[in-house]
């Protein structure tokens, strides 16, 4: 799976998990964490883009958030994906699509 140039990394691994972009000063690649539907940005340096949906894709968040805040559960998240703040994602008809 593909963003433009970039793949998104799938995080699912216990230390994938843990450290996602904490510490970073950019985001090299896009994290996509499944079975999550909150994260929080302690320990960011950068603001990050935020989406998360359900199984099937369907937004149910989308926000750029700033370090040291935290997303509260979303009923039915499944995936939770992070990009870099500037990122514009292919959305159609509220479908987050992987181009």
């Known amino acids: 799976m593909s963003t ?3 793949t998104i990394i799938y995080c699912t691994s216990f230390h994938s998990r843990f450290l996602g972009l904490m510490f970073q000063k950019t985001v090299k ?4 964490f499944p079975h999550c539907n909150s994260i929080h940005t302690f320990f960011m340096r950068i603001p990050i883009l935020v989406i998360i949906t359900n199984k099937n894709h369907e937004i149910l968040l989308k926000k750029v958030v700033k370090p040291w805040r935290i997303i509260k559960p979303v009923k039915n998240g499944y995936y939770t ?9 292919n959305i159609q008809n509220n479908i987050f699509k992987f181009s």
């Open 81 to 89: 994906y992070e990009f870099d703040a500037n990122y514009l994602p």
């Open 29 to 32: 690649k896009p994290l996509c």
């Open 4 to 6: 433009k140039n970039n």
